[in-house]
């Protein structure tokens, strides 16, 4: 067991996985001196900044039966390329007849936190969630980051890498030697009996914290990572949520249409879930704008550890008894 940060397990992934498969090469706007200077130029392309043209050439590498790793770097870079991403990738090998397969992972990064403005603040992972073809994850932790990257480029399915930016210099144990998590698979990094908690990326480390507090008060916190968007383990949260009998969902994207309301659909759409819910769902998500460029006002904007208290306090305020 080693310690690396977020970002150093995906790199070591991608080494890994083109070590062992000659099919894998790797596209980025940005030279990445680790594996340029293991692989060189015949498999790590410094490509222009064009991300539709990078899109259109993994997708056609794919089907040539290469492995191409797509690193939008900023998902903001990569809506130029919704044509390549929502009409190609995630529809080829339906409109092909199954006869060819398209195996690529896109890399890209998300979430605030950064002063970097609206344009570059962005998690849009519930629009691509929207596309039916396409599979995608958000891993919390170096160790998740490293397996679900490992998954994904032996998959044979278009595949999107969603990246908190907040987490890249995050340091965390990962095992030795060759590892993969599932995709669908969520991971309980908390057990708990009075609330669920359902969190992504960076705010699981933010729920984890809210746990600790809460605990001394008697409160226990159970806190999940979904850590695969597309396929979502359901399953892992509504078992979770009938133990409870409440749920808060903590997403750095913004309500509407999003996530967090996939989550508080999947739980209240089973009867058998439904019925063990002894309070509404509560939501715990960023404002519904434009994200700010001063510090001050991006975090007025982004939830964090405090709202994720008073959101579990609202719901245990509003629970009302169920019967056995």
Same mark, same amino acid.
């Given at each position: 067991?080693?310690?690396?940060t977020?970002n150093?397990?995906?790199?070591?992934?991608?080494?890994?996985?083109?070590?062992?498969?000659?099919?894998?090469?790797?596209?980025?706007?940005?030279?990445?001196?680790?594996?340029?200077?293991?692989?060189?130029?015949?498999?790590?392309?410094?490509?222009?900044?064009?991300?539709?043209?990078?899109?259109?050439?993994?997708?056609?590498?794919?089907?040539?039966?290469?492995?191409?790793?797509?690193?939008?770097?900023?998902?903001?870079?990569c809506?130029?390329?919704?044509?390549?991403?929502?009409?190609?990738?995630?529809?080829?090998?339906?409109?092909?007849?199954?006869?060819?397969?398209?195996?690529?992972?896109? *890399?890209?990064s998300?979430?605030? @936190?950064?002063?970097?403005?609206?344009?570059?603040?962005?998690?849009?992972?519930?629009?691509?969630?929207?596309?039916?073809?396409?599979k995608?994850?958000?891993p919390?932790?170096?160790?998740?980051?490293? @397996?679900?990257?490992?998954?994904?480029?032996?998959?044979?399915?278009?595949?999107?890498?969603?990246?908190?930016?907040?987490?890249?210099?995050?340091?965390?144990?990962?095992?030795? @030697?060759?590892?993969?998590?599932?995709?669908?698979?969520?991971?309980?990094?908390?057990?708990?009996?009075?609330?669920?908690v359902?969190?992504?990326?960076?705010?699981?480390?933010?729920?984890?914290?809210?746990?600790?507090?809460?605990?001394a008060? @008697?409160?226990?916190?159970?806190?999940?990572?979904?850590?695969?968007?597309?396929?979502?383990?359901?399953?892992?949260?509504?078992?979770?949520?009938?133990?409870?009998?409440?749920?808060?969902?903590?997403?750095?994207?913004?309500?509407?249409?999003?996530?967090?309301?996939?989550?508080?659909?999947?739980?209240?759409?089973?009867?058998?879930?439904?019925?063990?819910?002894?309070?509404?769902?509560?939501?715990?998500?960023?404002?519904?704008?434009?994200?700010?460029?001063?510090?001050?006002?991006?975090?007025?904007v982004?939830?964090?550890?405090s709202?994720i208290?008073?959101?579990? *306090?609202?719901?245990?305020?509003?629970?009302?008894?169920?019967?056995?």
């Amino acid at each position: 067991m080693r310690e690396l940060t977020y970002n150093q397990a995906a790199l070591e992934a991608i080494a890994e996985e083109m070590r062992r498969d000659p099919k894998v090469f790797y596209m980025s706007t940005d030279a990445l001196p680790s594996l340029w200077n293991e692989f060189g130029a015949d498999r790590i392309k410094v490509m222009p900044i064009a991300e539709s043209a990078i899109t259109g050439m993994g997708i056609g590498a794919a089907g040539s039966g290469f492995r191409p790793i797509v690193d939008w770097r900023q998902v903001t870079f990569c809506f130029v390329a919704m044509d390549q991403i929502v009409n190609q990738a995630a529809k080829i090998h339906y409109m092909f007849g199954g006869q060819a397969k398209f195996p690529m992972l896109f *890399r890209a990064s998300v979430g605030g @936190g950064g002063q970097v403005a609206a344009q570059h603040s962005q998690s849009p992972y519930s629009m691509f969630m929207n596309v039916a073809g396409l599979k995608m994850f958000l891993p919390s932790t170096p160790a998740d980051m490293k @397996g679900l990257i490992k998954t994904a480029i032996r998959d044979n399915n278009p595949v999107i890498s969603f990246e908190s930016g907040r987490l890249m210099g995050l340091k965390g144990p990962v095992p030795d @030697g060759d590892y993969t998590i599932p995709l669908g698979v969520a991971d309980v990094k908390r057990q708990g009996s009075d609330v669920t908690v359902v969190a992504l990326a960076w705010l699981v480390h933010e729920a984890l914290a809210a746990a600790d507090t809460l605990a001394a008060e @008697g409160i226990s916190v159970e806190v999940i990572d979904p850590r695969s968007l597309v396929p979502l383990d359901s399953d892992t949260i509504r078992a979770s949520v009938r133990k409870t009998g409440r749920l808060v969902v903590a997403d750095e994207a913004g309500p509407t249409a999003g996530f967090s309301a996939e989550v508080a659909t999947l739980v209240t759409e089973d009867p058998e879930t439904f019925a063990r819910l002894q309070a509404p769902v509560k939501r715990v998500c960023a404002l519904q704008v434009p994200i700010p460029y001063s510090p001050v006002l991006e975090n007025a904007v982004f939830p964090d550890r405090s709202r994720i208290i008073a959101g579990i *306090r609202e719901v245990l305020r509003g629970s009302r008894a169920v019967a056995a």
